[in-house]
């Protein structure tokens, strides 16, 4: 018997034992599973050019894509604003998938209402479901504002948000003068990334457009101030916090919007704070006002940045920036646009982050790397690599589009590094698959998903990406500006060494190669 | 009002229905009224908990709930290892389950096994216009062209599906036709389909009896030789390897295990379970259709167990014997007595430091009654619990078999009532799932997950039974709950901020 109270053995040991494996082995005969020989050929020939082909000539499959859906964006944008509840109007299952699926990232509470819609709803509408809904949340979680937005149920059905909002405020479900702003977010257009900007937008539309016909629109009187964006992002937590570091060093006058930083790294200290942080609804209405936004995301922020620019704002979008040349970029946007000097501790800070580079940069030089994600942040990693020397080879998104792929395949021509790279919009996970047994690559940048690739294909996995559910705390940390440039350097440097110690740990065999110095 | 200071089950009685009523006055008056009919404090001797249970969720008040697709895919169809099972609809349900519920398995995945990928029909707007079945006609092509080795395929239905009038079934059949008679199933689970996930369930059962039962030649022969102790696993998902370490104890009383529904299960198992001499159902809630329908058809009689702690599996072992020869009953005796050593070394080590602590679960459709014995047996106390999805069959069994006098029950329990009866409870742990971990380990309340094990397990057979009381002991006794107030502030206790 292998299991003892002395040393517990969990599924990580109990089931290699004996026992177990011979229990296992015997299971087989009920199984009816395939030849084993069968089995081995058709492994083979999914690693070949042939089976390739006709991988990418699927038209109607996806297979690990490495997208989500847009209310998930929705609810992430929303629980960036003080004490704001996300309502998700439709069925009551996704809400249970987006909280799982934040918390599960985070290791933190991640709070949000459906509104329960059923069969009866699916063929009345959910009128009644919005009306009962909205009062319940307004008295049992006592938010400040209701951030609304749809699954495809309600989006199928076609129930109209304003209407039903308009109805329940009527009916007092909450005072006529709460805010409630809504968003459309069907499943079945775009990703998470579209949700997160419907969502947005749907946000700074109450505040300044005269919150659905219910208050005079805003005037906007432009100061000096400027918005940030942050788009979504696994790392908003840290990010954000040295945005805001960075703004306050150069002594800009700021408003984050949608600034979750908080409401996603609360503290262990007693009290389950169910809201934190976030932008103020007097900001967001405020944030008019501003002389610019700008958004870290393009692909995040595509109708926002549209809307703000409507209204009179400059606006300006970044591509996730990473690294070096990427933070250069914003901070002296930043300076350009607020008429600040750079100070000197950032140029210190720069000079840090250079002087990091150039001590490892060996290491990476001509390295090549796959990588895989949401477009921004593609973009802004495949980047990084060029300026590290580094060969990013395939780049893919999911929900990546064909400006995407433009904008991508123009920064790798604008790089010797960037030759050999292929950029693929609107690919999967196993479609990467194919391209790591084909044309194989040193490392896999990517989210938790990507350990899949790094069993089947052997390509060492470094996980940068959204979600990450088998590593603890990453998102605490920045990934952005000179700070988080040195992170990323060194989450890829630690693997790449890692790597190198794996393959000369033989005794007597390879480790002449085993230094003691890197 | 801390149970520290309440020690009678009169003041219990009194303490905890104070609580309820005090919790009902945040709801609206109608919700209120309905929301009463969920909470209870249990009477000894009642023959249920006296809730209303499998009832539509309120909106807008956090329910825990999922919905009939996270039935059918997430948990019964799911862990079929030999079929793909494809997310049809948008991207995101499967997206979200993708992995996430640990149904181990052996098997060369993406080439004879598939349980965790993620196959979708990504359903994009022209797909809602237009209708998704020629897009599903290529789907089930491009599967059977770079998966040749899938021994079948699921169709999981997401809400737009029977929405827009898609006929899954009518492709369903042409593309088994075109396939030489391949088992293609389509399940009708949509997301907005009853109250919970356990529609899902009870659609899924149903999907396995037309489309896999209705399709089996009655009289067929299975592909092995049957024996007279032939049983089937029902009701095991094999999460982190449960009905691994259930198995093992069946065979070693002389049993033999011809099919495991759903966790390692293939199609062939499925098939051949109409062989079994007994149909044995851990998860009552999600398979006992199929189980009832196995007995009207088959003539097979099905009996529930419970593999959780010592106590219920010695019992468990000797009812399922019962059906069977003395060989067998014997064979029950002998796997009791191999264990028992084991079984004295876990209490001795991990009773002293559980004795007496309390605990409030909150979790699926079987868990919140067959979990209990195996706090009991560490000499822990459950002083309240509820079912997502459970209904009025599930509180009968959770009254008759398992909860104390005066235990609190709350049925379709919502973030607001959860976090206000532990906060006044003030238990030990709490164990629930993902949803409420961390809002309770905020409030500085040990927590397990009780859907997934918090990633450990098995928690099912003795072997379990030591990597539970393992577990429950590193979360009550993590020495980090004594330090979560700064030493200049005050003593911690459970607090919440919503609502306040």
């Known amino acids: ?480 500006g000179y700070q988080g440039g040195l992170n990323v350097l060194v989450k890829i440097l630690d693997k790449i060494f890692d790597e190198i110690d794996n393959k000369t740990n033989i005794l007597g065999k390879t480790d002449y190669s085993f230094d003691i110095i890197r | 009002m801390s149970l520290a200071t309440t020690n009678s089950v009169a003041e219990i009685r009194a303490r905890n229905k104070e609580l309820i009523e005090e919790v009902l006055k945040v709801y609206p008056e109608k919700t209120a009224k309905r929301r009463a009919k969920h909470l209870n404090v249990h009477q000894a001797g009642k023959s249920d908990c006296g809730v209303k249970s499998n009832i539509k969720s309120i909106p807008g008040v956090m329910t825990i709930r999922g919905c009939a697709y996270a039935g059918s895919k997430g948990v019964v169809w799911g862990p079929i290892k030999d079929m793909v099972h494809i997310s049809h609809g948008p991207v995101g349900c499967g997206q979200y389950s993708w992995g996430s519920r640990r149904n181990y398995y052996v098997g060369t995945t993406g080439i004879d096994s598939f349980v965790t990928l993620q196959f979708t029909s990504d359903f994009q707007e022209k797909d809602i216009v237009f209708g998704g079945d020629k897009k599903l006609d290529k789907i089930l092509d491009e599967i059977q062209e770079l998966f040749p080795l899938n021994n079948g395929i699921t169709i999981q239905s997401e809400c737009p599906v029977g929405l827009i009038g898609d006929d899954i079934e009518a492709v369903s059949r042409a593309k088994s036709k075109e396939y030489g008679g391949k088992t293609i199933v389509p399940v009708r689970c949509e997301g907005f389909r009853g109250v919970s996930q356990s529609l899902g369930h009870h659609i899924a059962n149903d999907a396995v009896r037309d489309w896999i039962f209705g399709h089996i030649e009655a009289e067929g022969k299975p592909k092995f030789e049957p024996t007279p102790y032939d049983v089937a696993i029902i009701g095991d998902y094999n999460i982190g390897g449960d009905a691994w370490s259930s198995r093992i104890l069946l065979e070693e009383m002389g049993l033999r295990v011809i099919a495991q529904w759903s966790g390692d299960g293939s199609l062939a198992e499925l098939e051949a379970t109409p062989k079994a001499k007994l149909n044995i159902l851990h998860c009552y809630r999600s398979m006992n259709y199929i189980s009832r329908h196995m007995e009207e058809k088959f003539g097979i009689p099905w009996c529930e167990y419970n593999f959780f702690g010592p106590s219920k599996i010695a019992d468990s072992l000797r009812r399922i014997a019962g059906y069977f020869d003395d060989k067998i009953k014997e064979g029950a005796e002998r796997v009791i007595e191999k264990y028992q050593p084991l079984v004295d070394a876990v209490i001795a080590k991990y009773r002293p430091r559980l004795e007496g602590k309390t605990v409030m679960l909150y979790v699926g459709g079987l868990r919140p009654r067959h979990v209990i014995g195996a706090y009991e047996d560490l000499g822990m106390d459950v002083i309240g619990t509820g079912y997502e999805f459970g209904h009025n069959d599930d509180y009968q069994r959770t009254a008759q078999h398992y909860v104390k006098d005066s235990t609190l029950i709350y049925d379709d329990v919502n973030g607001y009532e959860f976090e206000r009866f532990v906060e006044k409870l003030q238990p030990d742990l709490v164990g629930s799932g993902i949803k409420e971990k961390y809002v309770f380990q905020k409030m500085s309340v040990p927590f397990r997950q009780m859907h997934s094990w918090d990633y450990s397990g098995p928690y099912h057979g003795y072997d379990g039974f030591a990597i539970f009381a393992r577990d429950m002991d590193m979360a009550v006794n993590s020495p980090i709950w004594k330090r979560t107030k700064a030493p200049w502030k005050e003593a911690p206790s459970a607090k919440l901020q919503a609502a306040e």
């Not at chain 1, 499943?187 to 997160?196: D, I, L, P, Q």
């Not at chain 1, 016909?213 to 790392?235: C, M, Q, S, V």
Request: hydrophobic share 40%.
């Open chain 1, 1 to 480: 018997m292998p299991q003892s109270a002395e040393h517990v053995l969990d599924h990580v040991e109990l089931f290699r034992g004996p026992e177990y494996q011979q229990m296992l082995a015997k299971k087989k005969i009920f199984e009816n599973p395939r030849d084993p020989a069968e089995v081995e050929r058709i492994k083979e020939w999914t690693k070949t050019a042939e089976y390739r082909e006709k991988n990418f000539a699927r038209e109607a499959l996806a297979v690990n894509p490495a997208k989500a859906c847009q209310p998930l964006g929705a609810v992430f944008a929303s629980v960036g604003f003080e004490r704001t509840l996300p309502f998700v109007h439709g069925s009551q299952g996704c809400v249970a998938y987006y909280r799982s699926h934040l918390s599960r990232h985070f290791k933190e509470p991640s709070s949000c209402v459906s509104s329960s819609m059923t069969e009866d709803a699916a063929v009345f509408g959910g009128l009644n479901n919005m009306t009962d809904g909205l009062a319940n949340s307004y008295k049992m979680y006592k938010p400040k504002m209701i951030a609304v937005s749809t699954t495809c149920m309600a989006e199928v059905i076609g129930d109209d948000l304003n209407a039903f909002i308009k109805t329940s405020k009527e009916k007092g479900s909450v005072p006529a003068d709460f805010d409630v702003p809504f968003a459309h977010t069907p499943a079945f257009v775009g990703s998470h990334v579209t949700g997160y900007d419907n969502a947005l937008k749907g946000i700074l539309e109450h505040f300044w457009d005269g919150k659905a016909g219910t208050a005079p629109k805003l005037e906007r009187k432009p100061n000096g101030a400027i918005n940030i964006i942050g788009g979504f992002d696994g790392y908003t937590v840290g990010n954000l916090r040295e945005i805001k570091r960075i703004l306050e060093l150069m002594g800009i006058q700021h408003t984050v919007l949608a600034d979750n930083s908080e409401v996603f790294d609360t503290p262990t200290d007693g009290e389950f704070r169910m809201y934190d942080g976030g932008t103020t609804l007097k900001d967001a209405a405020n944030a008019i006002h501003a002389k610019a936004t700008i958004s870290m995301q393009q692909w995040c922020t595509e109708k926002t940045l549209s809307f703000a620019a409507e209204h009179g704002q400059d606006v300006l979008s970044f591509n996730y920036p990473v690294g070096l040349s990427a933070t250069d970029d914003f901070i002296v946007a930043l300076s350009r646009i607020s008429g600040k000097e750079i100070p000197e501790q950032l140029a210190r800070e720069r000079g840090r982050l250079v002087d990091a580079i150039a001590d490892s940069s060996a290491h990476v030089h001509g390295k090549k790397f796959a990588i895989y994600g949401d477009p921004d942040l593609c973009y802004g990693l495949a980047a990084f690599l060029l300026e590290l020397g580094a060969e990013p080879t395939h780049v893919l998104s999911t929900n990546g589009n064909k400006a995407w792929q433009e904008k991508m395949q123009a920064l790798l021509a604008s790089s010797p590094f960037g030759q050999g790279c292929q950029v693929y919009p609107g690919r999967d996970l196993w479609h990467m698959r194919s391209l790591l047994f084909t044309e194989p690559v040193d490392f896999l940048i990517g989210n938790t998903y990507g350990k899949y690739l790094e069993r089947d294909t052997a390509t060492p996995l470094i996980r940068i990406g959204f979600p990450i559910f088998d590593r603890h705390h990453h998102h605490r940390s920045p990934i952005w």
